[in-house]
């Protein structure tokens, strides 16, 4: 049984200008110890379907569908339930750390509230605990560090601790949203490293939600693919990137600026501008800034699936 | 081969923070910018890249005489920008725009894109027909692509993507020799940072515009700079022509934000060694001492710590701030 | 080869250069659609349209005059015999027509004092934000003096020094009111300083002055026309306030408070008297109150997807 199972998952929101789909009928599940990436740009529902999951849509969000977690389905659950498995078993890691961090309280505080709470540690032990974590995440003299305020830390600084904070439970699933975008990248690849070295240690399944090609490389397993709302591609990090075979995820992996291709002659791009998820063109979603569409992408492509677990949302490369 | 625009003498930019009570208040100095010098020729582009905080967009305006530099002097065509009174320094405005990172909240939401664009023409030119501004204001549109009936529309009702377009149809409606563009693509999806790039690109060889393009992001630089300016904690650490920065950096932290860039290549990436840099980067309000690099620089070595580097000329014409760039080989791909 | 053939959205951009211009939908636009579909404010705003009408022609078409006394009919009931709908106050007078006429007293001292505060805090508030530094400390230091004079003490030494007249309670209420709007405007006008268009009509030469019209002033109406009407509601009760004390208006003219103040005397014998004018003014602060509540929603709306 996979550790979480989303079947179906649609989020809509409610707006003066009319309904909103954030996310389509997306379907994935991911294995204990495995590590998925969700990448889009954005717009696309890769943050608004995690967050329909774990029940933290805005006040004018729904969710339908099914996200079974170890079999049992979150979005039936009351809050006092998913509350025991959010920050327990599930942890998050947003991508502003000053906005989940109380600006209030000191570092330690709201480190070990977790444990004390679900796991009913002692404070001194469980405070021993997050120093050690901290330590384990390379910040520098974490004893002094773990009594300072959030404010009191740079970006970095604070995005380790978030990090680290998220570890501390040692969850089965860590929900990671753009946890380095704000970062600078000599931080970037130090926040990345210690995420995959954390997740061979205690068998961390993660969720990596990215738009990031880049970091999405160097640390995920599996790719799911998102475009307005759908999954478009899914498949193994080396499919997804060797053998992409929707032309979104072509254009997309074509149009990263590169360190090592040659730099005359311009980058490849996507032509025209995301889709108005008020507007929503019917078929095929990415049919009109789409090469190669055709006249059956006015229908909605069905998804297909290769041998190996490679599942993608178009018609070309069935007929190969 | 090309005319010199703009020389950038020892420019610097402190500021003062007041820290404390009424009664015993200190005051700190950032000093945001220290000692930058450079050239930049007509139809040239520069990058300046740097991670947040080495002072990058602070030396943008101060390039825009946006900001006062407290030293050093900034020419342009020859005249010192900060000598000017505000009247001919408004006149030079003329020749120098500038596009910043946040698309949306660089364009009044108030004001339909014809106001936004036209602006500056209604400022420069205050007795011009409104005619021959709707024609100007079309002709920029179409130039960077935007469809022109969209002129009476409002930037909520576009993407980022476009809205950074009218951002560029402001700078250019007036015919500058520069763009100065602060992070123009940092706040955009990948797919329209692609587009935004290669638009900057082609008006450059269309207009012959100097550019000046900042960012964070190495590898976005790379593909529009012909030298590339790296900064650390308002200082310059390196500028060289773009082919050898990239493939023979002559300092330790260029060489570290090169490793450090991901590559969208899963057997690359696992295979990629350290950068060699740990920590974050020090408080410019505390600085170290010496090199400011020294603190993380995997090279350091005692004259480090005391002794500041001046930023000085290989015998390739690049310039570095590094005492030991003779002896370091920083190669890429090399060690791996 | 099919593949590209008719694909009109291969390239929208050539295709769609020979339309004709595209109609945008500016912000006021977007946010009087919210407003529009805000019920407690529209019905706010019709009730108060109509309490505008009725105030105004009101006392025109009523037969009685407000100062008329009508020895029939001193403290009668409310009631159609009488011809008094609304009843009449312990000397006879019309209570229905002394209501409205005070009503024109009450709203005018709420839209003038408001104005008033409008223009001088605005004005105030954005120079002293804009330009910041010296100017900005000492102006606001200026603010914070007066701020602290005792507002009852400035209204008596005026009351005390000129006399009663109603213009000098426009004088009091507005040179109190416009410290608040100067305060507000003053915030907006420092976080819109630093933003990026502001920033970009400097750098092409946008004088000071044209900045602060174009820049500064259109992006903080929002703030200031909620706030407005949030003011109108409070300067009504703070007019109504020095009335009930014996320091607003004088006999024979009346206003809401003043009307109140009367009542609540003979609160007991003729209650009406006390309840008429009450739930005009209550009516009227409920109104602008929700008027204030729908424009702030639809001016600034957090939601937005």
Known sequence: MPLLEIKDLDVGFDTPEGEVHAVNNLNFSIEAGDTLALVGESGSGKTQSVMGILGLLAENGHVTGQALFKGKDMLQMSTAELNQHRGNEIAMIFQDPMTSLNPYLPIDRQMIEVIVHHKGMKKAEAVAQAVEILRAVHIPDPERIIRQFPHELSGGMRQKVMVAMGLLGEPELLIADEPTAALDVTVQVQVTRLMSALREKSNTAIILISHDLGIVAGLCDRVLVMYAGEAVECGSVNQIYYDPKHPYTQGLLKSVPRLDQPEDGGLETIAGNPPNLLALPGGCKFRDRCPSAFDACSEKPPMQLDEDRHAFRCFLGAEE | MNDRVMRVQDLAVHFKLREGGLMRSKTHTVKAVDGVSFDLDAGETLGIVGESGCGKSTLARALLALVKPCRGRVLWLGEDLNKLDDEALRKKRLDMQIVFQDPLAALNPRMTVRDIIAEPLWTFFPKIARVQVDERVRGVMKMVGLLPNQINRFPHEFSAGQCQRIGIARALVLNPKLVVCDEPVSALDVSIQAQIVNLLKDLQKKLNLSLVFIAHDLSVVKHISDRVMVMYLGRAMELSHRDSLYRQPLHPYTSALIKAVPVPDPKLARAAGETGLTGDMPSPLNPPSGCVFHSRCPFSIKRCQIEVPALRRMESGDWVACHRAEELDLTIGKSG | ?305
């Open chain 3, 1 to 305: 080869m099919t593949k590209k053939a008719d694909n009109p959205a291969i390239d929208p951009f050539e295709a769609a250069l020979g339309v004709s211009d595209v109609k945008g939908r500016s912000p006021w636009q977007d946010a009087w659609h919210r407003l529009l579909k805000n019920r407690a404010a529209v019905y706010s705003a019709f009730i108060m349209a109509a309490m505008f009408l009725m105030v105004v022609f009101g006392p025109m078409l009523i037969s009685w005059e407000s100062d008329f006394t009508d020895w029939d009919y001193t403290s009668s009931a409310p009631g159609f015999a009488s011809g008094h709908w609304l009843g009449t106050d312990a000397v006879g007078r019309d209570l229905l027509v002394r209501t409205l006429e005070g009503g024109r007293i009450s709203l005018m001292v709420g839209l003038v004092a408001t104005i008033v505060s409008l223009l001088i805090g605005i004005s105030y508030g954005a120079t002293a934000g804009y330009f910041g530094g010296a100017v900005d400390r000492i102006m606001m230091r200026i603010v914070d003096i007066i701020y602290a004079l005792p507002f009852m003490f400035f209204v008596i030494l005026l009351m005390v020094v000129f006399g009663r007249h109603i213009v000098l309670i426009f004088v009091a209420i507005g040179a109190i009111n416009w410290l608040d709007m100067a305060r507000i405007v003053r915030g907006q006008t420092l976080g819109l300083k630093n933003t990026e268009f502001v920033e970009a009509a400097k750098a092409c030469g946008v004088s000071d002055w044209d900045i602060i019209r174009r820049h500064i002033i259109p992006n903080l109406l929002g703030v200031v026309i909620v706030y407005v009407t949030l003011t109108i509601p409070q300067v009504i009760l703070v007019e109504s306030f020095l009335s009930f004390l014996g320091l607003g208006v004088q006999e024979p003219m009346s206003s809401w408070g003043a009307l109140v103040s009367d009542g609540a005397q003979d609160m007991e014998s003729a209650p009406w008297t006390l309840i008429v004018p009450s739930v005009f003014l209550t009516v009227t602060l409920y109104c602008f109150n929700f008027i204030g509540d729908g424009l702030r929603d639809a001016l600034d709306p957090k939601d937005h997807f």
